[in-house]
């Protein structure tokens, strides 16, 4: 077996590894808030488990996430939607 054959290397989907570390930061930052419009990612069950009051799914409602967006920001949170 040559090295390049021992060496498997470790995909991981673009979508978990960003929300990977807005988990991470949110865990420190309690203004930092996750909102979805019905979308899955592993790490929406971090946030649900872990820290529920900095994540919210709003449906299928696009539209209506971002205009929530804007309004918490307003009020001083940073808002991933």
């Given at each position: 077996?040559?090295?390049?054959?021992?060496v498997?290397p470790?995909?991981t989907?673009?979508?978990?590894?960003?929300?990977e570390?807005l988990?991470?930061?949110?865990?420190?930052d309690r203004?930092l808030?996750?909102?979805?419009?019905d979308?899955?990612?592993?790490t929406?069950?971090?946030?649900k488990?872990?820290?529920p009051?900095?994540?919210?799914?709003?449906g299928?409602?696009?539209?209506?996430v971002?205009?929530?967006?804007?309004?918490?920001?307003?009020?001083?949170?940073?808002?991933?939607a």
């Amino acid at each position: 077996m040559t090295e390049a054959q021992a060496v498997k290397p470790v995909y991981t989907d673009v979508r978990d590894a960003f929300f990977e570390v807005l988990y991470e930061r949110a865990l420190t930052d309690r203004n930092l808030l996750l909102l979805a419009a019905d979308q899955g990612a592993l790490t929406f069950e971090k946030f649900k488990q872990h820290i529920p009051k900095q994540f919210m799914n709003l449906g299928i409602s696009e539209q209506n996430v971002i205009g929530v967006a804007a309004g918490l920001a307003l009020k001083g949170k940073m808002v991933v939607a």
